[in-house]
């Protein structure tokens, strides 16, 4: 028997939306378009994801490495913020908020550089994506070079008088 519609209740807060910002989405891997609306449906008001690597690939039943490999086509894409492990924004133009006028302060309140809707995005998504991969190949070549000095437990430890 199935309950009266009236007894439904959501698990959280209904969130308001206006997601005009995916008209901005570049042509991105399919996982990191998984990875975004999984993102989209954790978020908190305002678009704060609280979520680690881990999480995110037991949500998706993905391997961490693919949930590793996706985020930077997210981040590309200005689509997402990294602020600290486990913690992410999603932009103003794709996050959720209380109400519609916070919607609004929050993209107006964004910088002109950051914006989806200003500029080519998906000629900023592959020059900010290729600035990635110019980067990780610079840190391999100085791993490979051996200028990187590896850090281990006993480095970071001090002796104790």
Same mark, same amino acid.
Do not use: C
């Given at each position: 028997?199935?309950?009266?519609?009236? &007894?439904?209740?959501?698990?959280?807060?209904?969130?308001?939306?206006? /997601?005009?910002?995916?008209?901005?989405?570049?042509?991105l891997p399919p996982t990191a378009y998984a990875l975004l609306l999984h993102m989209m449906t954790e978020q908190e008001p305002g678009g704060l994801v609280a979520a680690t690597h881990e999480e995110f690939a037991a949500g998706l039943a993905m391997e961490r490495g693919m949930i590793s490999r996706a985020m930077p086509h997210?981040?590309?894409?200005?689509?997402?913020?990294?602020?600290?492990?486990?913690? /992410?924004?999603?932009?103003?133009?794709?996050?959720?908020?209380?109400?519609?006028? &916070?919607?609004?302060?929050?993209?107006?309140?964004?910088?002109?550089?950051?914006?989806?809707?200003?500029?080519?995005?998906?000629?900023?998504?592959?020059?900010? /994506?290729?600035?990635?991969?110019?980067?990780?190949?610079? #840190?391999?070549?100085?791993?490979?070079?051996?200028?990187?000095?590896?850090?281990?437990?006993?480095?970071?430890? #001090?002796?104790?008088?």
């Amino acid at each position: 028997m199935m309950p009266a519609a009236e &007894e439904w209740v959501p698990r959280r807060n209904v969130l308001w939306g206006s /997601f005009n910002g995916l008209a901005y989405v570049p042509r991105l891997p399919p996982t990191a378009y998984a990875l975004l609306l999984h993102m989209m449906t954790e978020q908190e008001p305002g678009g704060l994801v609280a979520a680690t690597h881990e999480e995110f690939a037991a949500g998706l039943a993905m391997e961490r490495g693919m949930i590793s490999r996706a985020m930077p086509h997210l981040v590309a894409a200005r689509l997402v913020t990294v602020i600290r492990r486990g913690r /992410f924004q999603l932009h103003p133009m794709i996050a959720a908020f209380n109400d519609p006028r &916070e919607q609004q302060r929050a993209i107006k309140a964004t910088p002109d550089d950051l914006r989806l809707d200003l500029g080519d995005f998906e000629d900023e998504y592959e020059r900010r /994506f290729q600035l990635h991969l110019d980067e990780k190949a610079r #840190k391999a070549e100085a791993r490979a070079k051996g200028n990187v000095t590896p850090i281990d437990r006993r480095s970071r430890l #001090k002796p104790v008088d």
